[in-house]
């Protein structure tokens, strides 16, 4: 395992896939393993309290474990979400957040792994999310 | 355990509390140990292809188990999700989704159960999220 | 998705594959979906203050999808658990226990459901199980 | 959070408390925020192959999960299991098995964290488990 894919190449294939939550998510860093992905905060992502809601954390791990997954296999946009199991752990800040996903194991069929939330001045996880991507068939 | 609170105010607990995405949601049905939730999908809730993405089937699955305790223990708007374990099992299509909350088991300081989702004239499942709520303290 | 192994079959295929555990288990009916499974509970399983163990539930819930999924495709010792999402909700007594397994999904490579345990005498779920297999390529 | 439960100490409550299934466990080392387990694989943990069953990885993931939370609270024998979410990423070799305990969030209530499983010689993970236990009120 060893990434093929540059944090622009990533950035551009999100624009041009997801047009629609693209600009949200900035990569911060390409590792061995994974990749640290930084989702800006706004008001639509805000419960009242003024804490990240829960659908806008999932979107974050989700998102991150699919571009650590395409960073190591190459620009398969048809990777899908099987499995995700969420915990939440603290209740988020209103600041922007970092996802830092790791893969555990990248099969032929299959990409295992997970993603920690947190703060951007805080290393203590906010929530923490198992995935499973499934990789389409390579033609 | 036995509902407490009738679709109505659910409805108007939902436009006070989350006015961001209440819109987006209807109760269809309050039953004896759980609910179904519709949401109304829009272009921001779907993916190059048209199908419904992940983050937006997270979002009903969660807020439908949360609308299905709430209707068992009355407004408790500071109930929050500690756990969910979702299967994304077929590519939904683009129109609007059901979610049938079911609450397994409701204690005193949690809430458990699941939810499935699928389209408003196909049952087959399209996911199915198990969810675990942390009910506050009754004062 | 329809049975295609009978009750003797599955339990002829359980001692031969699982000499070690396949005496615990009975299937006590198939249906159009899954299938009912018995877990005969003995020493071996309890916990302090006579409460069956959280691994025995887990084996019962592994096995009872195991066998759901071969009397759909037939005998294919090899499928394997992939992932397992499983709440734990009520003590359960020191008795039998019953698991219902249930296939959501039937696929070419996945088999994707959920399994409800509970007591012979109350059918209140004492813990609920996510699971996907991973089924083998056919020859 | 800092363990204040020794090797020995924990140890001691485990044949007191689980004598069915103590000895098959030996903790290997108390960390900072966890602890790592080692379990002694013999025959009622194979599957036919050689490999370890699934509910045995489970039965570590689980103990060595509920090891490192009472290493941080205490001899709290009640804690229990309310969830857990498991990946089986490898196919496991037929020995001895680690599991690598680290604690993500402890509060009053709830211990939340992760247990990988690898064998004594590859790092490489087996199986990856997410738990959460419930911590029984103090006195």
């Given at each position: 395992?060893?990434?093929?894919?540059?944090?622009?190449?990533?950035h551009?294939?999100?624009?041009?896939?997801?047009?629609?939550?693209?600009?949200?998510f900035v990569i911060t860093?390409?590792?061995?393993?994974?990749?640290?992905l930084r989702?800006r905060?706004?008001?639509?992502?805000?419960?009242?309290?003024?804490?990240?809601?829960?659908?806008?954390?999932?979107?974050?791990?989700?998102?991150?474990?699919?571009?650590?997954?395409?960073?190591?296999?190459?620009?398969?946009?048809?990777?899908?979400?099987?499995?995700?199991?969420?915990?939440?752990?603290?209740?988020?800040?209103?600041?922007?957040?970092?996802?830092?996903?790791?893969?555990?194991?990248?099969?032929?069929?299959?990409?295992?792994?997970?993603?920690?939330?947190?703060?951007?001045?805080?290393?203590?996880?906010?929530?923490?999310?198992?995935?499973?991507?499934?990789?389409?068939?390579?033609?």
């Amino acid at each position: 395992m060893k990434p093929v894919m540059s944090i622009d190449a990533l950035h551009r294939l999100m624009e041009r896939e997801f047009p629609q939550v693209g600009e949200q998510f900035v990569i911060t860093e390409i590792r061995a393993d994974g990749l640290c992905l930084r989702m800006r905060i706004d008001d639509s992502h805000l419960r009242p309290g003024g804490t990240v809601s829960g659908p806008s954390m999932f979107a974050l791990a989700d998102c991150a474990f699919y571009l650590a997954t395409l960073a190591m296999i190459g620009p398969e946009a048809l990777t899908v979400t099987t499995n995700c199991a969420i915990d939440f752990m603290r209740k988020p800040p209103p600041g922007d957040l970092l996802g830092e996903a790791r893969i555990l194991k990248l099969g032929q069929s299959l990409s295992v792994g997970d993603v920690i939330i947190h703060g951007l001045d805080d290393p203590r996880p906010l929530a923490r999310a198992s995935l499973t991507y499934s990789i389409p068939p390579r033609r």
